[in-house]
């Protein structure tokens, strides 16, 4: 094998690898990156067995080949050295030079790297780079990070022929978009749970592409667009019926400007527990009050100007959960809907035509009278 690539490229390539590689692993291949030369073109691949990262760049190819070199000392290298680049490899031994710079590594053969899982792409859906970005950033923040519910460390992710939606929780917030998408078949509407991990990976390498597309097998979902793909194995296991902690007969609406809410919880979380964050609202009439008394640092209270519909309220809530919500409205106005002291509560954007079908909700805290 052997070629020659821009230093540009070969850092682009190695760094959208780079996330796939596992910091320690048991298997000394999965430390090295596949580079595949054939055509125009160098294939770099990474795997960490769950999710898998493969791209393809520009090159002078002088002899077609592959080999596996460790992807830390390469990046390393590819950062010093001072221009165009050549790569080749003779049996295990892969030599790299630049100008009057030369490298040499010691590789591991192609067959010792682990198969990419088989995904058909020709049944897919569609959507643009920025809208699965949004998908992604919008929702899988929600996702729990304790290990009590492993359901709950994915994001459920439903694709139907028309739309997909997306839908994260940790049991006390609650994050839900559905965006409309193209799909090249009538294909079964499907329920798939992806760690957030993967998703990020999604979302750095293909949140500016024109096009993505979106297909799954058995066990594991790909991604593919402007000459990247993401593999990455499924979450086995039913995830809760959401709809069900949706609340459906919430009577009292709030609608209020983004910023000046978010400010004014800030400013509470201040002297809110370091353990529960717990602040109180008080809603009746055209304002919004909001207090915190903690017994071993102090006290703060704000009102703010809102529109208020419905029967006076106190209620409590998380302020680290509602501004981790308010920090994901795409709209400078919001609409909270409330029924109890002890029942969910809803946010969801209010004011743009572009706005896509998002809601999130956050439960309440009991209130210490």
Same mark, same amino acid.
């Given at each position: 094998?052997?070629?020659?690539?821009?230093?540009?490229?070969?850092?682009?390539?190695?760094?959208?690898?780079?996330?796939?590689?596992?910091?320690?692993?048991?298997?000394?291949?999965?430390?090295?990156?596949?580079?595949?030369?054939?055509?125009?073109?160098?294939?770099?691949?990474? /795997?960490?067995?769950?999710?898998?990262?493969?791209?393809?760049?520009?090159?002078?190819?002088?002899?077609?080949?592959?080999?596996?070199?460790?992807?830390?000392?390469?990046?390393?290298?590819? #950062?010093?050295?001072?221009?165009?680049?050549?790569?080749?490899?003779?049996?295990?031994?892969?030599?790299?030079?630049?100008?009057?710079?030369?490298?040499?590594?010691?590789?591991?053969? #192609?067959?010792?790297?682990?198969?990419?899982? #088989?995904?058909?792409?020709?049944?897919?859906?569609?959507? /643009?780079?920025?809208?699965?970005?949004?998908?992604?950033?919008?929702?899988?923040?929600?996702?729990?990070?304790?290990?009590?519910?492993?359901?709950?460390?994915?994001?459920?992710?439903?694709?139907?022929?028309?739309?997909?939606?997306?839908?994260?929780?940790?049991?006390?917030?609650?994050?839900?978009? /559905?965006?409309?998408?193209?799909?090249?078949?009538?294909?079964?509407?499907?329920?798939?749970?992806?760690?957030?991990?993967?998703?990020?990976?999604?979302?750095?390498?293909?949140?500016?592409?024109?096009?993505?597309?979106?297909?799954?097998?058995?066990?594991?979902?790909?991604?593919?667009?402007?000459?990247?793909?993401?593999?990455?194995?499924?979450?086995?296991?039913?995830?809760?019926?959401?709809?069900?902690?949706?609340?459906?007969?919430?009577?009292?609406?709030?609608?209020?400007?983004?910023?000046?809410? /978010?400010?004014?919880?800030?400013?509470?979380?201040?002297?809110?527990?370091?353990?529960?964050?717990?602040?109180?609202?008080?809603?009746?009439?055209?304002?919004?009050?909001?207090?915190?008394?903690?017994?071993?640092?102090?006290?703060?209270?704000?009102?703010?100007?809102?529109?208020?519909?419905?029967?006076?309220?106190?209620?409590?809530?998380?302020?680290?959960?509602?501004?981790?919500?308010? #920090?994901?409205?795409?709209?400078?106005?919001?609409?909270?809907?409330?029924?109890?002291?002890?029942?969910?509560?809803?946010?969801?954007?209010?004011?743009?035509?572009?706005?896509?079908?998002?809601?999130?909700?956050?439960?309440?805290?009991?209130?210490?009278?």
């Amino acid at each position: 094998m052997r070629f020659t690539i821009t230093r540009e490229n070969l850092q682009q390539g190695l760094g959208a690898v780079a996330g796939a590689i596992p910091t320690r692993t048991t298997l000394p291949v999965l430390a090295n990156i596949l580079i595949e030369a054939e055509g125009s073109e160098v294939r770099m691949s990474g /795997t960490d067995l769950d999710t898998s990262v493969s791209v393809r760049v520009p090159a002078e190819v002088a002899e077609a080949g592959a080999i596996t070199a460790p992807a830390k000392k390469l990046q390393e290298i590819a #950062r010093e050295l001072p221009g165009s680049v050549e790569l080749s490899a003779q049996g295990d031994s892969i030599s790299i030079s630049s100008g009057r710079t030369r490298f040499k590594l010691n590789g591991l053969p #192609r067959d010792e790297f682990p198969a990419f899982p #088989r995904v058909d792409f020709e049944e897919s859906w569609k959507l /643009t780079g920025p809208d699965l970005q949004r998908l992604i950033s919008h929702v899988s923040f929600a996702a729990s990070t304790e290990e009590t519910r492993p359901i709950l460390n994915g994001v459920l992710w439903q694709l139907s022929s028309g739309e997909m939606r997306m839908v994260a929780t940790n049991g006390h917030r609650l994050a839900k978009m /559905t965006l409309p998408v193209e799909s090249s078949a009538e294909l079964t509407a499907v329920d798939l749970i992806v760690h957030p991990r993967a998703l990020g990976q999604v979302q750095r390498l293909l949140g500016s592409s024109a096009q993505v597309e979106v297909a799954r097998s058995e066990n594991h979902i790909g991604f593919q667009g402007g000459g990247v793909q993401v593999f990455t194995r499924l979450i086995e296991g039913p995830y809760p019926n959401y709809e069900q902690v949706i609340p459906k007969d919430n009577d009292k609406q709030l609608v209020a400007d983004k910023g000046a809410l /978010t400010a004014a919880i800030r400013r509470m979380a201040i002297v809110a527990s370091d353990q529960t964050h717990r602040i109180r609202i008080a809603l009746g009439g055209s304002s919004l009050k909001f207090s915190v008394e903690t017994p071993d640092l102090g006290a703060a209270a704000e009102e703010l100007p809102v529109e208020y519909d419905g029967d006076p309220l106190e209620i409590g809530f998380n302020a680290q959960y509602l501004l981790e919500l308010l #920090r994901y409205m795409p709209t400078d106005e919001v609409r909270l809907t409330f029924k109890a002291p002890e029942r969910a509560a809803t946010i969801q954007p209010v004011g743009n035509e572009d706005t896509p079908d998002y809601l999130c909700l956050v439960m309440p805290l009991r209130l210490l009278s």
